[in-house]
């Protein structure tokens, strides 16, 4: 592994369990560096908490959101079912997100974490284009997309076998979701 790979990781760590408000000390003291050979690999210690949540963001995008099939529905379904798993199998990494996005972090440097939800919002809009979803506005279906995956995950998380109660509960978890943004079609409206 690499130095910056060991900083990030010993920092979401420390992050997880201290908070942001961990001191540079503490996070060198935890990696076994000099202080010059951190910041010879960071700017600060606000733009590593940004960047680890970049890093993250960008992991689950690439991990869970591959997935293609034609029927969009259950295309939704695998990539969410992907994200929640990857969250269940990931906790440091699921906390470390949970901590960014409900911190002063998420609002102060929204700017800069804004292209974490460009591959979102192309994922709503290709759907909402295609009249499977509801139109409304992007970024408040992407805030429910988000809600829904971390809750979810947190659900399952709670209990004693967490992967074992998602895949025997995933589905009814994910007709919830689906009953709130998907557009009725027709024929079910005729019903």
Known sequence: MSKKNDIYKGAMELFVEKGFAASV???IERIGIAKGTLYHH???KEQLIIDIYKQLMFEVEEQCVNILTEDQKENTKQVFSGIVKWFITHPVKFHYINIFESSP???LHFE???D???GPRRFIMQKVNMGILKAYKTDMIAFFDFAFTRATANYFLSLPKPLKS????FDTAFDMYWD??????AAEAKL
């Open 25 to 27: 000390n503490e996070l």
């Open 42 to 44: 960071i700017n600060s």
């Open 105 to 107: 972090y998420m609002k």
């Open 112 to 114: 800069l974490v804004e």
């Open 116 to 118: 974490t939800k460009e």
């Open 166 to 169: 998602f895949s025997e509960e």
């Open 180 to 185: 709130g943004v998907a557009k009725k079609q």
